[in-house]
């Protein structure tokens, strides 16, 4: 086999690549052997016949559609190994010659994994961070049970702090137009939570169980749903029910009724206990990312840019189920957002490349710490996930070769990065 390989760019290479008889001759018996495991030669029980006979009675044309299949597959994979390149993307292959079984050259064109250099990763230090959990965390928590367990009566007087209100309320934008995700029936809301949009709960104090009321809100700026921040949204509300709140008194009784808890102060001290682990996991993520980012940073990395809009095509996809659970199209929430869909993909390119770019990273370390998973470390894995889920049909999902390459890509990852959390510490 004759190779020659040109970097067009650090990321995408092109490779011409010819084979004579001698590198084809292996592959066309190979091919033979498929098609005599069902061509029947007479005077041969089928599978049984030499290869030249075979050769005889198959149809030329599927013979070498195979064959070229099968050898352009193997020559390039030989290519590929000889030149220790890092696919990206699929290569995008020319056939420019073939003269049957003694004579092939196309060329190849890739996008591959360009140079990493890594920083001196094992000097990078970060200090950990310890959860803490306030006495206002707990009352937090307490004031939920409380409202858990609260006694509701309905009245027929105007709502006031305190009460809760059942309402239906819908959204428009200044067209007139309904706003999705700006909509809710029999919506249960206690008045002065300030757990609805700032300003929402003070415009219904003072109505009662009938009355509607027509109001405009602005969303804040930080609002969690990207497409109604800082719009100016025209509710039309009304109330289904005003329920008077009676909540329990925090004692021991209280305690018992919530959870096996004889004291006030042990329930106090178990909702700390789980606030706190709750705490240091997301204390120790947010170290983790932190950590990976700045090693990342600190990296050389060539990013090609077929990864970078293959991650912006997944989280594209995983946004759209999204916005199915919520009754919204992609057309409306590109509309709301007052954006094309080319628009939508440039905004999210920087985080693509940041998020590839964090991945590439991790798997050079990997290879530089020698880093693998072993067949023992995925199986309890996968074991541990069915103990977890008992739905046939999920389990059968495990079962699957490419939800396990993910789940043993996901492993490396975690033992990648327990790695270098032993170094930073």
């Given at each position: 086999?004759?190779?020659?390989?040109?970097?067009?760019?650090?990321?995408?290479?092109?490779?011409?690549?010819?084979?004579?008889?001698?590198?084809?001759?292996?592959?066309?018996?190979?091919?033979?052997?498929?098609?005599?495991?069902?061509?029947?030669?007479?005077?041969?029980?089928?599978?049984?016949?030499?290869?030249?006979?075979?050769?005889?009675?198959?149809?030329?044309?599927?013979?070498?559609?195979?064959?070229?299949?099968?050898?352009?597959?193997?020559?390039?994979?030989?290519?590929?190994?000889?030149?220790?390149?890092?696919?990206?993307?699929?290569?995008?292959?020319?056939?420019?010659?073939?003269?049957?079984?003694?004579?092939?050259?196309?060329?190849?064109?890739?996008?591959?994994?360009?140079?990493?250099?890594?920083?001196?990763?094992?000097?990078i230090k970060l200090p950990k961070k310890s959860a803490e959990v306030t006495p206002s965390d707990v009352s937090s928590v307490i004031k939920s049970l409380q409202l858990r367990a609260a006694v509701r009566k309905e009245v027929q007087r105007p709502a006031k702090l305190g009460d809760e209100v059942t309402i239906d309320f819908s959204g428009k934008d200044k067209a007139g137009k309904p706003v999705p995700g700006a909509e809710g029936k029999d919506y249960p809301l206690l008045l002065g939570s300030a757990n609805f949009i700032p300003g929402f709960e003070d415009q219904l104090i003072g109505l009662k169980s009938g009355d509607k009321k027509d109001f405009s809100i602005t969303f804040p700026k930080d609002y969690g749903a990207v497409t109604l921040q800082g719009r100016a949204i025209t509710f039309n509300v009304e109330i289904k029910k005003v329920s008077e709140v009676s909540q329990p008194k925090v004692n021991d009784d209280f305690a018992a009724k919530v959870g096996p808890f004889k004291t006030v102060s042990e329930l106090k001290t178990d909702i700390k206990k789980q606030l706190r682990a709750e705490k240091q996991m997301q204390a120790d993520r947010e170290f983790e990312n932190e950590l990976i980012m700045k090693i990342a940073d600190k990296s050389q990395v060539e990013i090609p840019k077929t990864l970078v809009d293959e991650q912006i095509r997944a989280a594209e996809e995983e946004e759209k189920?999204?916005?199915?659970?919520?009754?919204?199209?992609?057309?409306?929430?590109?509309?709301?957002?007052?954006?094309?869909?080319?628009?939508?993909?440039?905004?999210?390119?920087?985080?693509?490349?940041?998020?590839?770019?964090?991945?590439?990273?991790?798997?050079?370390?990997?290879?530089?710490?020698?880093?693998?998973?072993?067949?023992?470390?995925?199986?309890?894995?996968?074991?541990?996930?069915?103990?977890?889920?008992?739905?046939?049909?999920?389990?059968?999902?495990?079962?699957?070769?490419?939800?396990?390459?993910?789940?043993?890509?996901?492993?490396?990852?975690?033992?990648?990065?327990?790695?270098?959390?032993?170094?930073?510490?």
């Open positions: 086999m004759k190779l020659t390989r040109t970097d067009k760019t650090p990321t995408q290479v092109s490779l011409h690549i010819s084979a004579d008889g001698d590198d084809l001759t292996p592959i066309k018996n190979h091919v033979l052997s498929h098609f005599g495991a069902k061509v029947k030669v007479p005077g041969f029980r089928v599978g049984t016949a030499p290869a030249a006979l075979v050769e005889k009675h198959v149809d030329q044309r599927a013979l070498a559609d195979e064959f070229i299949e099968h050898a352009l597959n193997h020559l390039y994979g030989k290519a590929i190994d000889a030149e220790k390149l890092r696919p990206a993307s699929k290569p995008e292959v020319h056939l420019k010659k073939f003269v049957p079984f003694s004579d092939l050259e196309f060329e190849a064109h890739l996008d591959v994994i360009g140079p990493i250099k890594l920083p001196d990763y094992k000097k189920k999204n916005l199915m659970h919520r009754d919204q199209t992609w057309q409306e929430h590109l509309e709301a957002e007052g954006i094309t869909e080319e628009q939508h993909r440039q905004r999210q390119r920087p985080e693509a490349e940041a998020r590839v770019r964090a991945g590439l990273v991790l798997s050079e370390v990997a290879e530089q710490e020698n880093i693998f998973v072993t067949p023992e470390e995925l199986e309890i894995r996968i074991q541990i996930l069915k103990g977890q889920y008992q739905d046939p049909q999920m389990q059968a999902e495990l079962d699957k070769p490419e939800n396990q390459r993910d789940l043993a890509a996901r492993l490396m990852t975690e033992k990648t990065v327990t790695k270098l959390v032993e170094y930073a510490s």
